[in-house]
């Protein structure tokens, strides 16, 4: 069984800087499509930024362009999302997703963790 879990979320304030891991176990990254998603309050989720494992090309939000980045580390399964320049509206649940390989769509979530930006 495939699991995601996510950490790193928490309290920052604006301007601040928090770095978010998703660890995969049960297997690896090879072939998928791991993303983050994340869903404001009272919102719709939204897609941040993603990354195609194998082909190494990534994908960021307009609203998170310059400020976020996507790195991985295929030895512990493990994809970080930097996020520079907080701001109060970056405040939601941060969600980390993947595909199976060859599909489209996430199929295996995590449980999500939170972001508050707040003075």
């Known amino acids: 069984q495939v699991q995601l879990v996510e950490s790193g979320g928490g309290l920052v304030q604006p301007g601040g800087s928090l770095r978010l891991s998703c660890t995969a176990s049960?297997?690896?990254?090879?072939?998928?499509?791991v993303g983050w998603l994340r869903q404001p309050p009272g919102k719709e989720r939204e897609s941040v930024a993603s990354?195609?494992?194998?082909?190494?090309?990534?994908y960021y939000a307009p609203f998170v362009k310059g400020r976020f980045a996507l790195s991985g580390d295929s030895a512990k399964n493990t994809v970080y999302l930097q996020m520079n320049d907080l701001q109060p509206e970056d405040t939601a649940i941060y969600y980390c997703?993947?595909?199976?390989?060859?599909?489209?769509?996430?199929?295996?979530w995590g449980q999500g963790t939170q972001v508050t930006v707040s003075s």
């Open positions: 997703a993947m595909t199976r390989p060859g599909e489209m769509e996430y199929t295996i």
């Open positions: 049960g297997r690896s990254f090879d072939n998928s499509v």
């Open positions: 990354i195609n494992w194998s082909g190494d090309t990534t």
